[in-house]
């Protein structure tokens, strides 16, 4: 008898949050908070938290049994993905990941990848990281520059990646390069299974406010084999294009806009200046536009879990999830300022540091807003791009 289909998101929320309200995840993520307001490193892997998850099989729910999920829809991956942001805990080794790299080799993997990474990915215990961006290629992913040219044992790799996050969690990386006979910049893009512990792999930190270091990944003859290639030569950029769906679907930032809201108005009424914070700021009008947000990425997510792919609404409530949240991070440093000294026991601090400290990058991840807001535009205009068109 085949196993019943787990589509009760409600179910998936209950049990995601008793993992996540455990009293040692409770501490790990105490633990992350503080040393991101301390700064200096990277901010650490919440390692037991996505372990948890990947025990119960929660940190890939989409994915088959056999890989280690639970044979759910995607529906259960996105409120998992809200949970994850509602309770503060780092998610861009998840992103990464299950959303990422997995979503590419569950499409396009050879059974040898699948059976060799995916299990290890779903329980928590394998981390990959994403090669996409280059230094000077910024959101044109058309645009990069590394390439993989066959060799008699397989393929040697050559070019750089930057903005790279989370890299000095991961043990792999999907890399994209181009490799010869596409035509154009789209069609020689190919992606490979690439080991961060390969001879000419090297690994450098970019300083940044960012809470997540960033890595810049210098490739010098990288040897991998014939075997490391993912899909088709020329796949790439069609692989790419499915992968970023559910991460683009705005629902990780709609959560972070829930959260850093929630966290503000407990410490103003903490501390007795809520009434006038709403007076100046309409704190009741911009909790109605976050509860806003969240429908229109749920909406996205349905769009993603009925495969309408061509659909803008992901790109619409990535860009406004993003810059909500942006906001939201904002209006909490205008309104609380800087930590004060000896300021352990605030109801928002450090949590408030990890929020300012992320915030810009939020409009730059799974997209800029510039480009999701060419997507929409060139999705009202039935596809015609909107920098192509004539102006009367």
Same mark, same amino acid.
């Given at each position: 008898?085949?196993?019943?289909?787990?589509?009760?998101?409600?179910?998936?929320?209950? &049990?995601?949050?008793?993992?996540?309200? @455990? *009293?040692?995840?409770?501490?790990?993520?105490?633990?992350?908070?503080?040393?991101?307001?301390?700064?200096? /490193?990277?901010?650490?892997?919440?390692?037991?938290?996505?372990?948890?998850?990947?025990?119960?099989?929660?940190?890939?729910?989409?994915? *088959?049994?056999?890989? /280690?999920?639970?044979?759910?829809?995607?529906?259960?991956?996105?409120?998992?993905?809200?949970?994850?942001?509602?309770?503060?805990?780092?998610?861009?080794? &998840?992103?990464?990941?299950?959303?990422?790299?997995?979503?590419?080799?569950?499409?396009?993997?050879?059974?040898?990848?699948?059976?060799?990474?995916?299990?290890?990915?779903?329980?928590?215990?394998?981390?990959?990281?994403?090669?996409?961006?280059?230094?000077?290629?910024?959101?044109?992913?058309?645009?990069?520059?590394?390439?993989?040219?066959?060799?008699?044992?397989?393929?040697?790799?050559?070019?750089?990646?930057?903005?790279?996050?989370?890299?000095?969690?991961?043990?792999?990386?999907?890399?994209?390069?181009?490799?010869?006979?596409?035509?154009?910049?789209?069609?020689?893009?190919?992606?490979?299974?690439?080991?961060? $512990?390969?001879?000419?792999?090297?690994?450098?930190?970019?300083?940044?406010?960012?809470?997540?270091?960033?890595?810049?990944?210098?490739?010098?003859?990288?040897?991998?084999?014939?075997?490391?290639?993912?899909?088709?030569?020329?796949?790439?950029?069609?692989?790419?294009?499915?992968?970023?769906?559910?991460?683009?679907?705005?629902?990780?930032?709609?959560?972070?806009?829930? &959260?850093?809201?929630?966290?503000?108005?407990?410490?103003?009424?903490?501390?007795?200046?809520?009434?006038?914070?709403?007076?100046?700021?309409?704190?009741?009008?911009?909790?109605? @536009?976050?509860?806003?947000?969240?429908?229109?990425?749920?909406?996205?997510?349905?769009?993603?879990?009925?495969?309408?792919?061509?659909? $803008?609404?992901?790109?619409?409530?990535?860009?406004?999830? $993003?810059?909500?949240?942006?906001?939201?991070?904002?209006?909490?440093?205008?309104?609380?300022?800087? *930590?004060?000294?000896?300021?352990?026991?605030?109801?928002?601090?450090?949590?408030?540091?990890?929020?300012?400290?992320?915030? *810009?990058?939020?409009?730059?991840?799974?997209?800029? $807003?510039?480009?999701?807001?060419?997507?929409?535009?060139?999705?009202?205009?039935?596809?015609?791009?909107?920098?192509?068109?004539?102006?009367?």
């Amino acid at each position: 008898m085949q196993a019943a289909m787990i589509t009760d998101d409600a179910d998936v929320r209950a &049990r995601v949050r008793r993992i996540l309200d @455990r *009293p040692r995840l409770c501490e790990e993520r105490e633990e992350i908070w503080t040393a991101a307001a301390a700064g200096g /490193g990277d901010l650490p892997h919440a390692e037991a938290t996505y372990r948890a998850l990947g025990a119960a099989g929660l940190l890939a729910p989409h994915w *088959p049994r056999a890989y /280690g999920g639970l044979h759910a829809d995607p529906y259960a991956a996105a409120t998992v993905a809200e949970e994850l942001a509602l309770h503060g805990v780092p998610d861009s080794v &998840r992103v990464n990941t299950v959303d990422n790299a997995g979503a590419t080799l569950l499409a396009a993997g050879t059974p040898e990848q699948r059976a060799r990474h995916l299990p290890g990915m779903a329980a928590g215990t394998t981390a990959f990281a994403v090669f996409y961006t280059e230094p000077e290629v910024g959101s044109d992913l058309g645009a990069l520059a590394t390439r993989a040219e066959p060799t008699g044992n397989g393929w040697r790799l050559n070019g750089a990646k930057a903005w790279n996050a989370r890299t000095s969690s991961a043990e792999f990386a999907i890399c994209a390069a181009r490799t010869p006979g596409g035509g154009n910049k789209y069609a020689d893009i190919s992606l490979f299974v690439l080991p961060l $512990s390969a001879p000419g792999v090297h690994i450098t930190a970019i300083p940044t406010i960012n809470p997540e270091v960033f890595f810049h990944v210098r490739l010098d003859d990288v040897a991998l084999p014939h075997d490391a290639l993912v899909g088709r030569p020329g796949q790439g950029w069609s692989l790419l294009s499915q992968a970023l769906g559910l991460e683009r679907t705005g629902i990780c930032f709609a959560g972070r806009a829930r &959260r850093w809201l929630d966290r503000l108005i407990a410490a103003l009424r903490a501390g007795g200046r809520l009434g006038a914070a709403e007076e100046r700021h309409a704190l009741r009008a911009l909790d109605a @536009r976050v509860e806003a947000c969240r429908l229109l990425a749920w909406r996205a997510v349905q769009d993603v879990a009925e495969r309408r792919t061509g659909a $803008s609404s992901a790109a619409a409530a990535k860009w406004w999830a $993003s810059e909500l949240a942006q906001h939201v991070a904002w209006l909490s440093w205008e309104l609380l300022g800087p *930590p004060p000294a000896g300021s352990a026991g605030h109801p928002l601090f450090p949590d408030l540091l990890l929020a300012v400290r992320e915030a *810009p990058g939020l409009t730059l991840a799974a997209g800029t $807003s510039e480009v999701l807001l060419n997507t929409v535009a060139a999705d009202l205009l039935d596809g015609e791009d909107p920098w192509e068109r004539e102006v009367v």
